[in-house]
């Protein structure tokens, strides 16, 4: 078990999330930054779909009430203590009984995975352990923690190897924001119906991340609001991760992992899928590029992408055999 | 079938069957879901039926692993709209049908009476014309369970509220616009609420059948007094 002194910014547990039920208006949510989440799993010996704790900016305070084996990936949290002790990302380490585990501040980017060996012990709710925070499912009834949570931890099946002296390179995946390399998107339906000047403007405008951001969506801001060439009325249809709505504001909003399961803004692009985990690291206030690219490439973007990260698991799997 | 095929991602396709929100192209939409549906597409995760359009949705993993493409995907559903458009609408599923009471009382209908006083009806014409029809649902969306219902007696067409509640109650009735609705759990919302139902609408406990309402579904409302709303168990009404 894990015990919550201080829960952090907002902290929620997730898995992959609940594919499958959008007809029912109950959105897929899940780990925001899927493939940071999937490695914090790999670095602990747990199955691909185990539950993990989404951190967000601010990372909690835990004390441990079990010896267990904990990764952190995604964001830097240059910070994180345990007993004081400077505690390394992108590799398993083992904690006893009473350590207390200190995370702090994400430096750059803005979420971060801890995993815990054995995963938690948290009954599913429709098929799926991860907290939708809008639609109040999941664990904890659907909340953020919150300061005295007590977190059941999963059977140990195993005993892991733990060599000392390595731990993974965060690249590619996790890419500091300063690097500025600009996420790629896809023409979408109504594209064509941005002014031609927004069309450009869409690749080479810097745009802010706002504040208002969240799982369910990252707002841009930018001081050239981007308007249709003629109003589109639009009934609601089905969305996924990745849409590029255009409100009336002419502020973008890129949809997050917790978007709801329509919509009826125009769809002015499509965020290619392999830079999603890039979007769930966004920060409000940081800024952000875009660059145009086919459906082609970013089908081999993400494909490539699949595949480093199983065969990245694989060897994890294999060192702590 | 006329239908337009976008490719919205990498994984997902968006089948466009109409562009106004009407009970026959829906109904298409519905017919099509289930097409799709019994056709077992390899690595298909969501369907999604909204008033006009369908979104289908691919497991990007499960699509590479069955040497499989968005584009190959979106030949296999063309081709099963064109042969839809040949066996035309005979063998469609029966869509389920649910009777759901509603309690049109005051302390139940906060809105009734503005409804009222903007359709230029009295309460009771606004109660009947409410359950009269029969409705179909069009979509899921906005949250869990939340059904948006077609059919609702033009005359009955409100604006939303100026000013959107923080909380509306689990099982109001309201009509937004020219929809109708339930709401299934205590929601922010603007909606104008004419009325409630007693019956369970979503239940995360149960995985099986976590909404009661399903994209598709007829649905007719019966009134009933305050005394029995509170006395009638979830579970009757259906």
Redesign the interface.
């Given at each position: 078990m894990i015990e919550i002194i201080e829960p952090g910014l907002q902290s929620s547990l997730q898995d992959v999330g609940r594919?499958?039920?959008?007809?029912?208006?109950?959105g897929r949510s899940g780990a925001a930054d899927l493939p940071a989440w999937r490695l914090a799993n790999a670095l602990v010996g747990n199955d691909a779909g185990t539950c993990a704790l989404e951190i967000t900016l601010q990372g909690p305070r835990i004390r441990l009430h079990a010896d267990l084996t904990l990764a952190l990936t995604g964001a830097p949290l240059p910070m994180a203590r345990r007993n004081g002790e400077a505690m390394p990302m992108w590799r398993p380490v083992r904690c006893t009984t009473g350590d207390i585990i200190t995370l702090g501040a994400v430096s750059e980017g803005c979420r971060s995975y801890l995993s815990v060996e054995g995963g938690f012990d948290i009954t599913?709710?429709?098929?799926s352990t991860s907290t939708d925070l809008n639609?109040?499912?999941g664990p904890l009834s659907g909340r953020a923690l919150q300061p005295g949570d007590r977190l059941p931890t999963g059977r140990t099946r195993r005993s892991l190897k733990i060599n000392r002296s390595w731990s993974l390179d965060p690249r590619p995946w996790f890419q500091s924001p300063s690097e500025n390399a600009p996420l790629r998107l896809?023409p979408?339906?109504h594209t064509r119906d941005l002014r031609a000047s927004d069309r450009m403007r869409l690749a080479e405008e810097v745009f802010h991340v706002s504040s208002r951001s969240n799982r369910t969506g990252v707002r841009l801001e930018s001081d050239h609001p981007l308007q249709l060439a003629h109003r589109c009325e639009c009934?609601?249809?089905?969305?996924?991760a990745?849409?590029m709505q255009l409100p009336a504001n002419g502020q973008p909003i890129v949809l997050g992992c917790e978007h709801?399961?329509?919509g009826g803004y125009p769809r002015i692009a499509?965020l290619?899928?392999a830079d999603l985990p890039r979007l769930a690291q966004c920060r409000p206030g940081q800024s952000l590029r875009f660059v145009w690219t086919e459906?082609d490439d970013?089908?081999r973007a993400?494909?490539v992408q699949?595949r480093s990260l199983d065969d990245l698991c694989m060897r994890i799997a294999a060192r702590l055999d | 079938m006329q239908a337009d095929l976008?490719?919205?991602?990498?994984?997902?396709l968006?089948v466009?069957l109409g562009?106004?929100?009407s009970m026959p192209v829906n109904a298409r939409v519905h017919q099509l879901?289930d097409r799709l549906r019994s056709a077992s597409l390899p690595a298909l995760?969501?369907?999604?039926?909204?008033?006009?359009?369908?979104?289908v949705?691919f497991?990007?993993?499960a699509l590479?692993s069955a040497g499989a493409?968005?584009e190959s995907m979106a030949r296999a559903v063309a081709s099963l709209i064109e042969n839809d458009e040949a066996s035309c609408a005979s063998n469609l599923a029966p869509s389920r049908q649910h009777r759901i009471p509603v309690c049109y009382e005051a302390d139940c209908a906060p809105d009734l009476q503005a409804v009222a006083a903007v359709t230029g009806l009295d309460i009771e014409e606004v109660v009947r014309r409410h359950h009269a029809p029969e409705y179909r649902v069009a979509?899921?969306?906005?949250?869990?369970?939340?059904?948006y219902l077609l059919g609702l007696d033009p005359v009955l067409a409100v604006p939303r509220r100026d000013d959107p509640r923080t909380c509306v109650p689990a099982g109001s009735v309201a009509i937004g616009g020219e929809q109708t609705g339930i709401y299934p759990?205590a929601l922010p919302g603007g909606w104008q609420l004419i009325g409630r139902t007693p019956l369970r609408m979503f239940d995360?406990?149960d995985?099986r059948h976590?909404?009661r309402l399903?994209?598709g579904d007829r649905v007719r409302f019966f009134p009933v007094d305050k005394t029995r709303m509170v006395h009638m168990q979830d579970g009757q009404g259906t």
């Open positions: 594919p499958g039920l959008a007809h029912l208006g109950i599913p709710c429709l098929g639609a109040g499912l896809m979408a339906r009934i609601s249809e089905g969305v996924v990745g849409v709801p399961v329509t499509q290619a899928a459906l970013a089908r993400l494909a699949q | 976008e490719f919205l991602s990498e994984q997902a968006l466009r562009e106004s929100i879901a995760e969501d369907l999604v039926p909204a008033y006009a359009s369908l979104l949705r497991d990007a993993g590479q493409t968005i979509m899921l969306g906005f949250a869990p369970g939340f059904a759990t995360p406990s995985p976590p909404c399903l994209p």
